[in-house]
């Protein structure tokens, strides 16, 4: 089950972007004891995001849109994130 940080991301992307394809992927298990692991479980992501914003726009901007529709998430209640943002047609 979705906590509600993964939930409140989900809806925010989904919102801000109408993507074709969407995960957010929790990987604090795999982080627990590293640093950044605040121990609430929801310290590091993954994002795949298809869309059709992501369309002309290179690498790095997608990635600045995609931590400007998430607020004060990544770096602040969020230690990681990685993200693979596409437009439909391409790889992430």
């Known amino acids: 089950m979705a906590g509600p940080i993964q ?5 925010l992307l989904t ?3 109408a993507p074709t394809r969407l995960e ?4 604090s298990a795999m982080h627990r004891g ?3 692991d605040d121990g609430s479980g929801e310290s590091h992501f993954t994002v ?4 059709e914003a992501f369309t ?3 690498r790095v901007m997608r990635q600045r849109m995609v931590n400007k529709a998430l607020g004060d998430i990544p770096g602040e209640r969020v230690h990681a994130l990685a993200i ?4 439909p047609g391409e790889t992430a």
């Open 7 to 11: 939930q409140e991301m989900e809806t």
């Open 15 to 17: 919102e801000a972007f």
């Open 24 to 27: 957010v992927i929790n990987d």
């Open 34 to 36: 590293h640093s950044g």
């Open 48 to 51: 795949v995001i298809e869309a």
């Open 56 to 58: 002309g726009v290179n």
């Open 84 to 87: 693979k943002a596409s437009a």
